[in-house]
């Protein structure tokens, strides 16, 4: 079995392991939070946009949309997705990422923030974002909850097709250590891969104090899954919209 990189095999099969995944229910919900947050937004940035599917429906919402993701591969499969050039495309650490522009809504969807699993990564994330904002801007992500991970993880251990590929899934939450690992065996050609991926599990009260450490910004909303009622440790899903403060 070789060992490869988070996302570098499963790009290949990612949109068919996410079929059932609501996405235009969640470019819709996400349309109503900017509308609600920050109605000037023209641009938008996603963070961790992985293989571009929330980029293509937020571009048919009028929006003029640049993304960012770590994986080369995903990042080649949004290319193959998006065919509109203005949409810019880079590969890069999020918590790291430099441009010159700025953005009037600034988005990390589906437990990507999860993906950094120190806070110190966190941290940084937010000074990072604060500088691609634009004044009003906004910084929209959601983290998957411990709740969700209890809940949820047997669903999760799942195996099946996609194309010429098989995969197999094994999901499993690590409660002393806040840590939810999703494991990845993918077979093609007779080929074996294997991808640990490795998620921290926060509570909702780590993220807040980080926040306010970083005196960045304001949380000015933080709704359970996709709805406008407030979020808490029994929410799968929160969704945080913070606001750029002055400093
Ligand atoms: C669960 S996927 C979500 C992808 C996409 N947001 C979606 O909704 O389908 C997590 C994504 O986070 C990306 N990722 C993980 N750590 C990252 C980091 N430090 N910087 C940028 N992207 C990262 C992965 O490469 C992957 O594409």
């Not at 790291?96 to 923030?113: A, N, P, Q, R, W």
């Not at 080929?191 to 490795?198: A, D, L, P, S, V």
Request: some cysteine; glycine content about 4%.
């Amino acid at each position: 079995m070789i060992q490869t990189q988070p996302y570098s095999i499963l790009a290949e099969i990612y949109d068919c392991i996410m079929k059932d995944v609501p996405y235009k229910k969640w470019a819709k919900y996400i349309l109503k939070l900017i509308k609600k947050f920050n109605p000037k937004t023209t641009h938008i940035l996603e963070l961790a946009c992985g293989t571009g599917t929330m980029i293509s429906l937020l571009t048919k919402f009028g929006f003029k949309v640049d993304g960012v993701d770590i994986s080369e591969k995903m990042i080649q499969k949004a290319k193959e997705k998006i065919k509109n050039e203005d949409v810019n495309l880079y590969i890069a650490d999020m918590s790291e990422f430099k441009t010159h522009k700025k953005y009037g809504s600034v988005l990390c969807l589906y437990d990507s923030i999860n993906y950094l699993t120190e806070i110190g990564k966190i941290l940084n994330l937010f000074s990072n974002v604060w500088s691609l904002l634009d004044e009003d801007g906004i910084f929209i992500f959601d983290i998957s909850t411990e709740y969700n991970s209890i809940q949820n993880a047997i669903a999760m251990n799942t195996k099946g097709k996609c194309g010429d590929y098989k995969f197999v899934r094994r999901s499993y939450f690590l409660r002393d250590e806040r840590t939810h690992i999703n494991e990845f065996e993918i077979e093609k050609d007779g080929e074996k891969f294997f991808e640990k991926h490795i998620q921290r599990i926060y509570k909702i009260s780590e993220i807040e104090d980080a926040v306010k450490k970083t005196g960045l910004f304001e949380v000015v909303a933080r709704y359970k899954n996709f709805t406008f009622s407030e979020g808490n440790e029994w929410s799968e899903r929160v969704h945080f919209i913070l606001k750029k403060v002055k400093v």
